[in-house]
T-cell receptor
Framework: DAGVTQSPTHLIKTRGQQVTLRCSPK?????VSWYQQALGQGPQFIFQ???????QRGNFPDRFSGHQFPNYSSELNVNALLLGDSALYLC???????????FGEGSRLTVL | SQQGEEDPQALSIQEGENATMNCSYK?????LQWYRQNSGRGLVHLIL?????REKHSGRLRVTLDTSKKSSSLLITASRAADTASYFC????????????FGTGTQLKVEL
């Protein structure tokens, strides 16, 4: 039973570019959440998707957007990248919004 | 922004000793969770304690929760070198639906 998988594991972009990160939830899970973790900090909640809709959102600008597909996988898109967007982006899945969260290994984004 | 503050920021102990980490938070919660993270990789769920619980055990882990003081502690008994990691507390606010707010983390180093 595969856990939460994320891709790519590492990527480098330049300021102003756009990036798409992908997440496949654990089998049987229907809810996907995204977190941003800056170096030396705890993760911060970006948003949560359930039934292909954004259900909750953290304090992140509109440059951060997402999508959930019918197979429950999800994408995180960040436009107009800033140096401060450099971070580890973590995807977490659960069965419903109340279930235990399982995290992927993350996608490490470096913005130059 | 981080809700929780963890204390200490870093802890170094010898194998076999106990490690205690503390977490404080600011708002009413539905539950509090502890996670472990190895070297900036994915988060692993350790234990969840609900707001109406005061103490919970899981193997070598003991968690306490004092909602009147808005604080929690994680005790790892008989620590091992493999316990070396960062530990984060995360709160799920009342009605939050798995929108976790993480603390700043404690870096634990267990030396042989």
């Amino acid at each position: 039973d595969a856990g939460v998988t994320q891709s790519p594991t590492h990527l480098i972009k330049t300021r102003g570019q756009q990036v798409t990160l992908r997440c496949s939830p654990k089998s049987g899970h229907d809810t996907v959440s995204w977190y941003q973790q800056a170096l030396g900090q705890g993760p911060q909640f970006i948003f949560q998707y359930y039934e292909e809709e954004e259900r909750q959102r953290g304090n992140f600008p509109d440059r951060f957007s997402g999508h959930q597909f019918p197979n429950y996988s999800s994408e995180l898109n960040v436009n107009a990248l800033l140096l401060g967007d450099s971070a580890l982006y973590l995807c977490a899945s659960s069965f419903s919004a109340a279930g235990e969260l399982f995290f992927g290994e993350g996608s490490r984004l470096t913005v130059l | 922004s981080q809700q929780g503050e963890e204390d200490p920021q870093a802890l170094s102990i010898q194998e076999g000793e106990n490690a205690t980490m503390n977490c404080s938070y600011k708002t009413s919660i539905n539950n509090l969770q502890w996670y472990r993270q190895n070297s900036g990789r994915g988060l692993v769920h350790l234990i969840l304690i609900r707001s109406n619980e005061r103490e919970k055990h899981s193997g070598r882990l003991r968690v306490t929760l004092d909602t009147s003081k808005k604080s929690s502690s994680l005790l790892i008994t008989a620590s091992r070198a493999a316990d070396t990691a960062s530990y984060f507390c995360a709160t799920d606010a009342a009605g939050g639906g798995n929108k976790l707010t993480f603390g700043t983390g404690t870096q634990l180093k267990v030396e042989l």
